[in-house]
Nanobody, 128 residues
Framework: QVQLVESGGGSVQAGGSLRLSCTAS????????MGWFRQAPGKEREFVAA????????????YYADSVKGRFTIFRENAKNTVYLQMNSLKPEDTAIYHCAARGAYSLSMRPGDYAYWGQGTQVTINS
């Protein structure tokens, strides 16, 4: 059974930083896209960042939502089956539940429906 478990959420002041982690078990995702999505109260789940990076692809690709470009960095440690989201210069509008996701197909995607595996989410709250 595949499981994705997030950690690292919390509450910080605007301008602060947090690092989220997501570790997968039950399957290796080293050659497959992994990403982060978020959902704020009353809003739809939205794409944050995704990456596909391994020796199979001689590197890889990374996508970011425009709202987080320059502030967030996604990276992964394939040996640990783990993906991270480093979040800097946080804003109150970044407040949401952040979910990790992994694809069962090789192509990188920003669409939630393309990801088959999801974590339960971790709460991120940014105070103004």
């Amino acid at each position: 059974q595949v499981q994705l478990v997030e950690s690292g959420g919390g509450s910080v002041q605007a301008g602060g930083s947090l690092r989220l982690s997501c570790t997968a078990s039950g399957r290796t995702f080293s050659d497959y896209p992994m990403g982060w999505f978020r959902q704020a109260p009353g809003k739809e789940r939205e794409f944050v960042a995704a990456t596909r990076w391994s020796t199979r692809w001689s590197g890889g690709n990374t996508y970011y939502a425009d709202s987080v470009k320059g502030r967030f960095t996604i990276f992964r440690e394939n040996a640990k089956n783990t993906v991270y989201l480093q979040m800097n210069s946080l804003k109150p509008e970044d407040t949401a539940i952040y979910h990790c996701a992994a694809r069962g197909a090789y192509s990188l995607s920003m669409r939630p429906g393309d990801y088959a595996y999801w974590g339960q989410g971790t709460q991120v709250t940014i105070n103004s």
